[in-house]
């Protein structure tokens, strides 16, 4: 396939597997599902360790390795599709240290202790892109880890839902929208879910 500067990347972090479907560490996954339900647009397996949509000139990208190894998914598929600018590169991933339903855009800086986002900076040998935080809150009588692997429970599921719909309709047509209104639209939802509640 020929490369293009013009493509864009969403990725959702998560892990592989019923099990971990609807875990607070999925939350990237559950929300690219959400909105390529939105956009009409199917996963299927790509030529890696991923699922694969496509929507015009943007790409979703859901790795099939563990969380701990999303980067070697997103190498290959800068070795075997397009070589997307970084600029145009979003990740989407749960933050232990943000509030539950509060949201964050923010391009560039370290991984903040994320895994998914360590072996990212790791493969792709770059800091600068774009990172969509999904804020899950710290966890209560329980390790770190084993909060992360929890379940959402069904009543804060539904809350996460509604906070996806506002970020799908921020999303919507990505390749004519400054990133930085984007960024700006997004991190506006704070006041709604969680100043507000």
Do not use: C
Request: charged share 25%.
């Amino acid at each position: 396939m020929k490369k293009k500067q013009n493509n864009f990347l969403i990725v959702g972090l998560g892990n592989p597997g019923p099990a971990y479907s609807h875990t607070f560490h999925n939350l990237g996954f559950l929300f690219l599902d959400f909105h390529t339900r939105r956009l009409g647009v199917n996963f299927l397996p790509g030529r890696g360790k991923f699922y694969i949509a496509s929507y015009n000139e943007i790409y979703f990208l859901k790795p099939t390795t563990f969380m701990n190894l999303s980067g070697i998914a997103i190498k290959e598929f800068y070795e075997k599709y397009l070589e997307v600018p970084y600029e145009n590169l979003i990740v989407v991933h749960d933050d232990l240290d943000m509030p539950k339903f509060s949201v964050k855009m923010k391009f560039g800086g370290s991984s903040g202790g994320h895994r998914g986002i360590e072996s990212i900076i790791y493969n792709i040998e770059s800091e600068e892109f774009w990172r969509l935080k999904i804020g899950i809150g710290k966890p209560q009588n329980m390790t770190p880890r084993d909060y992360v692997l929890s379940h959402i429970p069904e009543d804060e599921l539904k809350v996460y839902l509604q906070l996806f719909e506002d970020m799908s309709n921020i999303l919507q047509n990505i390749e004519v929208k400054d990133f930085h209104i984007i960024q700006g639209e997004i991190n506006a939802l704070r006041k709604k879910y969680v100043e507000e509640r």
